[in-house]
């Protein structure tokens, strides 16, 4: 584990929200954020109407822009976020974990416990000089973000999906740099054959001369 287990779940429920935003757009009803709320593990306050999806949606951008910016970006990103929440880092333990961070109570409205954890575990990042694991995935025509929590920082795709992918593409290009390489080099075979066999026939022709 490269972080505390709470500043992992954080980081990897706010990309999963960043991500949301990509063509096609998957948060569009409160039924769509109903689910994402119940798939990435949210409790507390869920009011189910269009204001707080209307918030949420509006928080995508934002956290898009403090994962992809510089150290300085993000940290005035991270400020502006816990001061607007009035954040209040309390220590406590809930379900199957131990003791960690929350800086929101459960009854804070969606949105703003969403930006404060993600903000939260920003902080760690941070503070342990690990920013290069907030990443964009390097696959063709795919913008989704995440944190490379790998022990080497060599993960490159956001998902096995996107992963498969690249390997195929990779595997054609492969094919096809071969295929033509034997295409040329039997082009060259033929042109070779074709020389001696002009040759061959020239010096038959002076022979009988």
């Given at each position: 584990m490269v972080f505390a287990h709470d500043t992992e779940e954080a980081l990897q429920s706010a990309?999963?929200?960043?991500?949301?935003?990509?063509?096609p757009d998957v948060?569009?009803?409160?039924?769509d954020l109903a689910t994402f709320y119940v798939d990435q593990g949210w409790k507390?306050?869920?009011?189910?109407?269009?204001?707080?999806?209307?918030?949420?949606?509006?928080?995508?951008?934002?956290?898009?822009?403090?994962?992809?910016?510089g150290t300085e970006g993000q940290v005035e990103c991270i400020n502006g976020m816990l001061r607007t929440a009035s954040a209040l880092p309390q220590?406590?333990?809930?379900?199957?974990?131990?003791?960690?961070?929350?800086?929101?109570?459960?009854?804070?409205?969606?949105?703003?416990?969403?930006?404060?954890?993600?903000?939260?575990?920003?902080?760690?990042?941070?503070?342990?000089?690990?920013?290069?694991?907030?990443?964009?995935?390097?696959a063709e025509s795919?913008?989704?973000?995440?944190?490379?929590?790998?022990r080497n920082r060599s993960r490159r795709y956001c998902s096995v999906s996107c992963s498969n992918r690249m390997a195929a593409a990779a595997y054609r290009t492969r094919?096809?740099?071969?295929?033509?390489?034997?295409a040329a080099d039997e082009s060259a075979r033929t042109m070779s054959?074709?020389?001696?066999?002009?040759?061959?026939?020239?010096g038959q022709t002076n022979q009988e001369q």
């Open positions: 990309a999963a929200l960043v991500n949301t935003a990509q063509t948060l569009m009803s409160v039924e507390g306050q869920h009011a189910g109407d269009a204001e707080e999806l209307e918030q949420v949606r509006a928080l995508r951008p934002i956290l898009r822009r403090m994962w992809l910016d220590i406590v333990r809930h379900d199957e974990f131990d003791w960690h961070l929350h800086a929101t109570t459960p009854d804070e409205p969606l949105a703003v416990r969403m930006a404060v954890e993600a903000a939260m575990a920003m902080v760690d990042v941070i503070r342990m000089g690990e920013t290069e694991r907030l990443k964009m995935c390097d795919c913008e989704h973000i995440f944190a490379d929590l790998s094919q096809s740099d071969t295929e033509e390489a034997a054959d074709q020389t001696m066999s002009a040759q061959t026939m020239s």
